[in-house]
């Protein structure tokens, strides 16, 4: 019989064609245009959403397309490959419409996933604390109970695109009835709740979803605001860090195809010494370089979404890893090999190269930074002993 694993299918190319050719419609210029005069990219969200791209992953019983986290992530990959790298999409429908579809009681899936899956609901999510940093058991957020309320109180921060958000999946803690240990748990906050307070950080990356501090002054929840159980949160934050993690990677190769395909355009025209400047070896070399790079993180960001879609959560979880890791290198290495290729042009607005340097040097640091991916495989895939 012949394996075909390692083709993507008809349906998957054809999803691919789709996605791009709608996403270029809008293209970088749309997405810079918003980015610098601190608008949001409304028209591409709804539009993704109408279309089913959004919400491609999530349950078909709640609104989405009844696919996987492949499809979701190829969407991502084919709309930063148009220039269009939108944060919401690793946060809104991968993250917190996953761990909803996975962990929510069927209120709450009913609540919360046909808006996700169409777009008329955004929900960002906030884990990263200023004390805790990577240390996620360092969170100090906590929710204590109030007859069957809730009371949250705490911190967080870079959480990306509250203001577009109706609501915030915010990772906390409980303390445990019988123990008095502090437990991670999972609520859904509205984002007009009283005592819900947040303020923009001012940041050199071009993009039109912004970061904040997010307040938590004893903000007062119902009993269902709490998603899956109170004492297996580790399990359900991970079945939504996975697909955090691989669509991390579609972003950042959807990015360095992007630069790449600028890039090589450029150097097949510019002449400087009577021949194409592509021709020059100081050039093609690593711009070829680039392009395996990001070829071979493709192949492990489809790996890993296979594993995912197979319920392998373990295999996942070091493939994402892997993958992130290897696609924000190439992104990195890859835009700036862009600019480097088109000279002063390179910088210049109208070339659109330069506005991702910082967004895909972004992938080194979040949504895990490159160190912590290291530590993981480290530990992980070789056995070392951890460090800290
Ligand atoms: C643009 C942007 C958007 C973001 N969006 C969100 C969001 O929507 N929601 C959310 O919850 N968070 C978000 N984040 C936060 C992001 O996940 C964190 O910035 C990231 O996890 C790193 O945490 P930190 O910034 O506190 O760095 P730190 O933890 O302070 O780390 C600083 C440096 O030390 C290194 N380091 C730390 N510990 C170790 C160790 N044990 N071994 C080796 N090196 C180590 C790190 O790798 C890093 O290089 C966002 C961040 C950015 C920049």
Redesign the pocket.
């Known amino acids: 019989m012949t394996d075909t694993s390692f083709i993507e299918s008809e349906e998957r190319q054809a999803l691919r064609k789709a996605v791009s050719e709608w996403a270029s419609g809008f293209g970088q210029e749309y997405y810079l245009r918003k980015a610098r005069s601190h608008e949001h990219t409304t028209e591409l969200w709804d539009e993704a959403g109408k279309l089913g791209f959004l919400g491609v992953n999530l349950p078909e019983e709640y609104g989405g397309g009844g696919a996987g986290m492949y499809e979701l992530s190829l969407v991502m990959e084919e709309m930063a490959a148009a220039g269009c790298a939108l ?1 919401l999409m ?2 809104s429908p991968a993250i917190n419409g996953t761990i909803i579809a996975k962990f929510g009681t069927d209120e709450q899936k009913k609540r919360w996933v046909p808006g996700i899956a169409d777009g008329s609901l955004t929900m ?7 004390e ?4 996620s058991h360092r969170i100090t957020t906590t929710a204590r109970r109030d007859g069957s309320d809730w009371i949250l109180k705490g911190q ?6 509250v203001d577009q958000a109706q609501a915030v999946l915010v ?1 906390g803690r409980t303390e445990e009835a019988k123990t008095g240990k502090l437990r991670p748990a999972l609520f859904v906050v509205p984002t007009d709740a009283p005592g819900f307070t947040f303020n923009p950080i001012d ?1 050199e ?1 071009i ?1 039109p ?1 912004r ?1 904040f501090q997010v307040f938590l002054d004893d903000v007062r929840l119902p009993a269902d605001a709490l998603v899956g159980q109170e004492d297996a949160a580790i399990a359900q934050l991970f079945a939504g860090l996975n697909p955090e993690r691989i669509m991390g990677a579609a972003s950042s190769i959807g990015m360095a195809r992007f630069a790449l395909s600028k890039a090589t355009d450029y150097v097949k025209t510019r002449q400087v010494w009577g021949t194409p400047i592509g021709a020059h070896q100081g050039l093609s070399h690593p711009l070829a370089q680039c392009h395996i790079e990001v070829e071979l993180a493709k192949l492990m960001m489809q790996k890993s979404a296979t594993l995912y879609d197979n319920g392998d959560d373990a295999g996942a979880a070091e493939t994402a890893n892997m993958a992130k890791y290897a696609a924000a290198e190439a992104a990195t290495r890859s835009v700036d090999q862009a600019v480097q290729s088109m000279g002063g042009n390179g910088l210049s607005q109208e070339y659109g190269v330069a506005s991702m340097l910082v967004s895909a040097r ?1 992938g ?9 991916v ?2 993981f495989v480290a530990q992980t895939s070789l056995g070392l002993p951890r ?2």
């Open positions: 944060l690793v946060v960002a999510f906030a884990i990263t604390e200023p805790a940093g990577s240390n967080k921060v870079w959480i990306s695109g990772v940041m990356l993009s979803e970061q972004l080194r640091i979040a949504p895990v930074s490159r160190e912590m290291l530590n460090s800290y």
